[in-house]
């Protein structure tokens, strides 16, 4: 029987539906800067976090945001190292 809304566009996954909150949130200036970011790329980062913890479920969004800091702060050690060359 049909539900009342379409499950094709719903997201199957925890990781899936943290990218489409996250990328709703408004964002000031500063946050804007640093989202450049790929969501698949801090997906995968906070994958990785969850595996080394042991697999063990309820911190996906604590993993996610360790995930989002990490790959910040990597980006921008990389470009403090492109703008010193």
Known sequence: MPTARSDKGLK????????AITSALPRP?????????????????AYAIF??????????????????RELHVSQTAEGRRHNVA
Do not use: C, F, I, Y
């Open 51 to 68: 595996e080394a913890r042991g697999r063990q479920h309820g911190n996906d969004l604590e993993d996610w945001l360790q995930a989002e």
């Open 29 to 45: 200036a500063k946050m804007e800067r640093l989202r450049s970011v790929p969501a698949e790329q801090v997906a995968e980062r």
């Open 12 to 19: 199957n996954t925890k990781t899936e539906a943290l990218v």
